[in-house]
C-alpha cells in the first residue's frame, strides 16, 4: 500500500502557478521530515524544499522566493504551492519522507529519504 500519493501536477504557461500535494499515512507524517524533490529524464533527482515535524522549512535557490511548501497536520498533507513557473522547472516532482533520521531535520540529502511518492508531472511551456 502507498504511503505517499502526490496529486496537483499539470501543464502551464510561464509565470503560471500550481499546487501540489501529497498525501501520507499518519504514522509517517506526524514522526518526519517531509520533501519535494523533482527529477528529469536522464538527470539525478534534485531537492526543491523540505519541510520538518515543527514547521521548520528550507528551500534550494531555484525555489526561493517562488515555492512554499507547508504541510497540514489534519490532513496528513504536504503541499508544494509553485508561482511564477518557467520552463526550467518542467520536471517529474516527488514527495518524500526523510524516514532515514527521526530528527527534526532540514536537509535535502537524498540518502536520507527512505518513503517515496509515484510522481506527479510539472509541465512548462513558454
Known amino acids: 500500500q502507498a504511503q505517499l500519493v502526490e496529486s496537483g501536477g499539470g501543464s502551464v504557461q510561464a509565470g503560471g502557478s500550481l499546487r501540489l500535494s501529497c498525501a501520507a499515512s499518519?504514522?509517517?507524517?506526524?514522526?518526519?521530515?517531509m520533501a519535494w524533490f523533482r527529477q528529469l529524464p536522464g538527470k539525478e533527482r534534485e531537492g526543491v524544499a523540505v519541510?520538518?515535524?515543527?514547521?521548520?522549512?528550507a528551500y534550494t535557490d531555484s525555489a526561493k522566493g517562488r515555492f512554499t511548501i507547508s504541510r497540514d497536520t489534519a490532513k496528513n498533507t504536504l503541499y508544494l504551492q509553485m508561482n511564477n513557473l518557467k520552463p526550467d522547472d518542467t520536471a517529474m516532482y516527488y514527495c518524500?519522507?526523510?524516514?532515514?533520521?527521526?530528527?527534526?531535520?532540514?536537509?535535502?540529502?537524498?540518502?536520507?529519504?527512505?518513503?517515496w511518492g509515484q510522481g506527479t508531472q510539472v509541465t512548462v511551456s513558454s
Open positions: 518524500a519522507a526523510a524516514t532515514g533520521t527521526r530528527s527534526a531535520i532540514l536537509s535535502l540529502v537524498i540518502a536520507i529519504f527512505g518513503a
Open positions: 499518519a504514522s509517517i507524517f506526524s514522526s518526519y521530515s
Open positions: 519541510i520538518n515535524v515543527f514547521g521548520g522549512t
